[in-house]
């Protein structure tokens, strides 16, 4: 890949997630250079590695998306992506088209994808919510908007159970008339 276009940067600031957890990897796709920036800066801010690329083409090519089997290795250099956060409007390949390649895979159809835009339309967001988009977000992006992702990558892993509910076995449970009856306390004073 080009390095001037693609970037991988992981924030250097400790987290509050144990240092034994790896960082949270976004692949980020926008065209716009502008956009590309704050979009980086945002997600360093809230403690993500980035790759950042500017097309759909270079998306497919980190995701490892290739005809030929082999090149699967050479293309993404081995770099596994947690979620995906893509802008809507790009030329060639949209963040739509980018949703349906990455849901028609099957060892990638479980991976978040998080669709862009500065425009609001409901039959786009609906589209992209119904193709399985995780969320629709619009620009501009705020820092809440990418804490928001964590959750979305932290929700496709299993759930830990924290308690179960359990009945009491009936034959522990006295028998009212067997019950033993307490003695009531009349005219107790407190001092």
């Known amino acids: 890949m080009n390095e001037a276009t693609t970037t991988t940067t992981t924030s250097s600031s400790s987290s509050s997630s144990s240092s034994s957890e790896a960082p949270i990897h976004v692949l980020a796709i926008d065209d716009s250079p502008v956009d590309r920036r704050v979009v980086e800066k945002l997600l360093k801010a809230a403690m993500f590695k980035v790759t950042m690329v500017e097309s759909g083409k270079k998306a497919i090519e980190a995701l490892g998306l290739n005809e030929e089997e082999d090149e699967v290795e050479t293309l993404n250099n081995g770099l596994k992506f947690d979620i995906i956060l893509t802008d809507y409007c790009m030329p060639e390949m949209n963040g ?3 949703l ?85 306390i009349t005219s107790v004073t407190v001092a």
Do not use: W
């Open 100 to 184: 349906k390649v990455v849901k028609e895979h099957s060892h990638l159809k479980s991976m978040p994808v998080v669709i862009m835009s500065s425009e609001h339309d409901p039959q786009r967001i609906s589209r992209c919510l119904d193709t399985g988009a995780q969320d629709f977000i619009r620009k501009p992006l705020q820092l809440r908007d990418m804490a928001n992702l964590r959750s979305y990558v932290n929700s496709k892993l299993p759930i830990a159970k924290t308690g179960t509910k359990r009945k009491a076995q009936l034959d522990l449970i006295p028998d009212s008339k067997e019950a033993e009856r307490r003695p009531h």
């Open 96 to 98: 739509y088209d980018i």
